[in-house]
Nanobody, 122 residues
Framework: QVQLVESGGGLVQAGGSLRLSCAAS????????MGWFRQAPGKERECVAS????????YYADSVKGRFTISRDNAKNTVYLQMNSLKPEDTAVYYC???????????????WGKGTLVTVSS
């Protein structure tokens, strides 16, 4: 069992930055690939970025490439999402997810946090 708790969301103006954190419980964090997903009102949840257990592999949605960076600190059981040059269309609830294998789909996520709201004003 893995419990995930996101933090770092908030209100930011367009062009600004935020860093999201996701703290995982347990001693098996390094066994899990991690992903950041988001869901905007009226839209399906989508993968924003994901990272493999050893950070060798990463994935970014086209909409965030060059602006967002995913990273993890296995010693701190934490995964991060650095978000720069934020746009109003980045407004969504951002969720952290964990799975045994590298993943980019919602269906593949085994564990989910409750989410943190990011609002980008124009």
């Amino acid at each position: 069992q893995v419990q995930l708790v996101e933090s770092g969301g908030g209100l930011v103006q367009a062009g600004g930055s935020l860093r999201l954190s996701c703290a995982a419980s347990g001693r098996t964090f390094i066994s899990y690939a991690m992903g950041w997903f988001r869901q905007a009102p009226g839209k399906e949840r989508e993968c924003v970025a994901s990272i493999s257990q050893s950070s060798v592999s990463t994935y970014y949605a086209d909409s965030v490439k060059g602006r967002f960076t995913i990273s993890r600190d296995n010693a701190k059981n934490t995964v991060y999402l650095q978000m720069n040059s934020l746009k109003p269309e980045d407004t969504a609830v951002y969720y952290c997810s964990a799975a045994r294998s590298f993943f980019v789909s919602v269906a593949a996520g085994d564990y989910w946090g409750k989410g943190t709201l990011v609002t980008v004003s124009s």
